[in-house]
């Protein structure tokens, strides 16, 4: 080897130094290198796994709160709905209410009306009675002519009339 201007002695040292060298950059560098390579994808591959996780919770918790939203509405129409038939009770309660105070107050209307024109011809009765007697009395103390006797009832009458606020007492 000498001829091509190799010392195989400077070669092997070469050689064994080179080893070294690898085994050194081995050890020391690309080891640590290729570790925390090792790392960086074992920590991507748990992110991405995390993710893919979230991605599915969050599916599920989309799902569960569409599902509490629609229960929600259901519960929120059947309040509505609740409400209505309270709202439509309590109206005819108090129609029905204010229909039988109604036909309550016309009954003891009608009844108090019914006594008073009772009352009314009671003593519209007796003041025509004391019209008959008074006018009967006058004529009995007095023998008159036909004539007269006209013009004492009219006069009888009259009195009457300005005694009960100017009404004619009618039979």
Avoid: C, H, Y
């Avoid at 690898?22 to 690309?30: D, G, Q």
């Avoid at 609740?82 to 009770?89: E, K, P």
């Avoid at 009675?129 to 006018?135: I, K, Q, T």
């Amino acid at each position: 080897m000498g001829d091509l201007g190799i010392d195989g002695w400077k070669l092997g040292v070469q050689i064994v130094a080179f080893l070294i060298f690898i085994f050194l950059m081995w050890r020391l560098a690309l080891g640590p290198i290729l570790a925390v390579l090792d790392k960086r994808q074992e920590k991507i591959r748990e992110s991405i796994e995390a993710a893919q996780r979230m991605q599915v919770e969050m599916q599920a918790t989309a799902a569960r709160n569409e599902e509490i939203l629609a229960e929600a509405r259901r519960e929120a129409q059947a309040i509505v709905t609740n409400a209505q038939d309270v709202r439509t009770a309590t109206i005819a309660k108090a129609q029905d209410e204010a229909a039988k105070q109604a036909g309550e107050f016309l009954a003891r209307e009608r009844t108090t009306l019914q006594a008073e024109v009772a009352q009314a011809r009671l003593q519209l009765r007796q003041e025509f009675a004391d019209l008959v007697v008074s006018a009967s009395a006058k004529i009995v103390r007095k023998e008159l002519d036909p004539a007269a006797q006209a013009k004492l009832i009219e006069e009888t009458l009259a009195e009457a009339a300005a005694g009960a606020g100017g009404q004619t007492p009618v039979a």
